[in-house]
């Protein structure tokens, strides 16, 4: 397991805007597909937003048309665009990559440690 840095939640009010970013931390490998979780108290995970190595992007059904999935190859760094947030979008989020430490080899899993995402008027 390889931890990432995660920046850029906080507070906001309702339709606002906030822009999540995930930049590796520690070791250097080869990344490929990358995806951004969360989890509100009381329920379990689920998947935001995920892009392959190519660019192709899913989304999950309650934030299509208002997050946007990104990525920044030549720093290994995933975004999350988050736009007309609401309150229902609160919890704790969490970046995931899919990483290769030598050519050929296995694909393990990096984590962030989650950063708080609140929509509240």
């Known amino acids: 397991q390889v931890q990432r840095v995660e920046s850029g939640g906080g507070l906001v009010q309702p339709g606002g805007s906030l822009r999540l970013s995930c930049a590796p931390s520690?070791?250097?490998?080869?990344?490929?597909?990358m995806a951004w979780y969360r989890q509100a108290p009381g329920k379990q995970r689920e998947l935001v937003a995920d892009?392959?190595?190519?660019?192709?992007?899913n989304y999950a059904d309650s934030v299509k048309g208002r997050f946007t999935i990104s990525r920044d190859n030549t720093k290994n760094t995933v975004y999350l665009q988050m736009n007309s947030l609401k309150p229902e979008d609160t919890a704790v989020h969490y970046c995931n990559a899919k990483i290769q430490l030598n050519a050929g080899g296995r694909l393990w899993d990096a984590w962030g440690q989650g950063t708080q995402v609140t929509v509240s008027s």
């Open positions: 892009i392959t190595s190519g660019g192709s992007t």
């Open positions: 520690g070791t250097i490998s080869s990344v490929y597909a």
